[in-house]
Antibody, heavy 124, light 113 residues
Framework: EVQLVQSGAEMKKPGESLRISCEGS????????IAWVRQMPEKGLEWMGR????????NYSPSLEGHVTISADKSTSTAYLQWSSLKASDSAMYYC?????????????????WGQGTTVTVSS | DIVMTQSPDSLAVSLGERASINCKSS????????????LAWYQQIPGQPPKLIIY???TRESGVPDRFSGSGSGTDFTLTISTLRAEDVAVYYC?????????FGGGTKVEIK
């Protein structure tokens, strides 16, 4: 079964660091980019960035670049999202998702497999 | 960034009736050299992650029931559920992938009347 399994819920204080994970299984992890998507409480979806696990090349949303870091370890089929200094406004559900790529069209066209989500709560 | 605007914010439909959700992009997301609209639809059932149901504006993802259909081109798109079932209660999001960053609409909540 193709799946992405994320790490568990986290409760942190402002200024603390955090890394959450997303482990892929059931497929060749290096063949698909992984995206991270944020969903703030009772809000919609926001694309944060993506990574190519084969070489760790990343793209970030301009609004979040510099505040988060996306990485991957292909030896363990795991992608990561990390913060060096959390803010209360980082409180949200975070999803990883597998990106579908059209080689013919040269574009990502959908996120077909999603992790179950990781809840991050940042509060003093 | 391309802004995606969905309407309505919510709608209540009787079981077996049709539900239609609109999505409008702030600029065209139709790429004429490839004759493709760069739009996807996702379904998010409460307490679950989103699920891809439509891509290229009208192509159903594998396993998605054929009561779900997508239409439209350019800047105006529609997701239609032809006969609403109880398991379709969810929030539906459109997303453009024409430019980076990909952007989502605000979501439309579908409920049973």
């Amino acid at each position: 079964e193709v799946q992405l399994v994320q790490s568990g819920a986290e409760m942190k204080k402002p200024g603390e660091s955090l890394r959450i994970s997303c482990e892929g299984s059931g497929y060749r992890f290096t063949n698909y980019w992984i995206a991270w998507v944020r969903q703030m409480p009772e809000k919609g979806l926001e694309w944060m960035g993506r990574i190519d696990p084969s070489d760790s090349y990343t793209n970030y949303s301009p609004s979040l670049e510099g505040h988060v870091t996306i990485s991957a370890d292909k030896s363990t089929s795991t992608a990561y999202l990390q913060w060096s200094s959390l803010k209360a406004s980082d409180s949200a559900m975070y999803y990883c998702a597998r990106l579908q790529w059209s080689g013919e069209l040269g574009v990502f066209y959908g996120m077909d497999v999603w992790g179950q989500g990781t809840t991050v709560t940042v509060s003093s | 960034d391309i802004v995606m605007t969905q309407s309505p914010d919510s709608l209540a439909v009787s079981l077996g009736e049709r539900a239609s959700i609109n999505c409008k992009s702030s600029q065209t997301i139709f790429y004429s050299p490839k004759n493709k609209n760069y739009l996807a639809w996702y379904q998010q059932i409460p307490g679950q992650p989103p699920k891809l149901i439509i891509y290229w504006a009208s192509t159903r993802e594998s396993g998605v029931p054929d009561r779900f259909s997508g239409s439209g081109s350019g800047t105006d798109f529609t997701l239609t559920i032809s006969t609403l079932r109880a398991e379709d209660v969810a929030v539906y999001y459109c997303q453009q992938y024409y430019t980076t960053p990909p952007t989502f609409g605000g979501g439309t909540k579908v409920e049973i009347k």
